[in-house]
């Protein structure tokens, strides 16, 4: 099926090895436990509703480079 721009779309399947490691290794939960979650659920109890910073503010690293100086 192409997309409106003419160009077919590709999916990745998905990660079911990923998951399941996570689910039944990381977090522990049984396999009942498990398979009655849905992925949105799997994915916030991986915590991937955290949010997360990409940078460090100047104060930040200003701090860092007092506790550990150069040279």
Not at 15 to 25: S, T
Not at 34 to 62: N, Q, V
Not at 63 to 70: E, H, I, R, S, Y
Request: glycine share 10%; aromatic share 10%.
């Amino acid at each position: 099926m192409a997309a409106a721009g003419g160009k077919a779309q590709t999916f990745e399947p998905f990660p079911w090895d990923a998951a399941m490691h996570a689910g039944l290794c990381l977090l522990r939960l049984s396999a009942p436990q498990f398979w009655a979650m849905t992925p949105r659920e799997l994915f916030a109890a991986t915590g991937g509703l955290i949010k997360r910073t990409t940078s460090i503010e100047r104060a930040g690293l200003e701090t860092l480079m007092l506790a550990f100086p150069d040279g």
